[in-house]
């Protein structure tokens, strides 16, 4: 069982920047595909990025084409961590994220919410225009 809270949500301008974090419980963060998804209000929730483990401590990331070049995704294995980094935010960006955990043998495609197995509560970020 994982459990996972995310943090770091709020309210910033058109083309600022914003930091989430989600920690994990667990002592086998390392060996968990870890993502983020957000939701808009009226919309299904969404793939924005994700590191899948590709073996040993090797991860392999990606993002939706929507977040590509703006967001970035990195983990701290050592403080059981995920970080989204997100720069040049604009209004469209404005969800509830979710961080999300799965285990790493699975092969089932990153992209799609159902293919993940753990969820934290979502954190709220806001862009202003």
């Known amino acids: 069982q994982v459990e996972l809270v995310e943090s770091g949500g709020g309210l910033v301008q058109a083309g600022g920047s914003l930091s989430l974090s989600c920690a994990a419980s667990?002592?086998?963060?390392?060996?968990?595909?870890m993502g983020w998804f957000r939701q808009a209000p009226g919309k299904e929730r969404e793939f924005v990025t994700a590191m899948r483990r590709s073996g040993g401590s090797t991860y392999f990331t990606s993002y939706a084409d929507s977040v590509k070049g703006r967001f970035t995704i990195s983990r701290d294995n050592a403080k059981n961590t995920v970080y989204l980094r997100m720069n040049s935010l604009k209004p469209e960006d404005t969800a509830v994220y979710y961080c999300a955990a799965r285990y790493s043998s699975s092969i089932a495609v990153v992209t799609i919410a159902t293919n993940w197995h753990y969820w934290g509560q979502g954190t709220q970020v806001t862009v202003s225009s």
């Open positions: 667990g002592r086998t963060f390392s060996s968990y595909d």
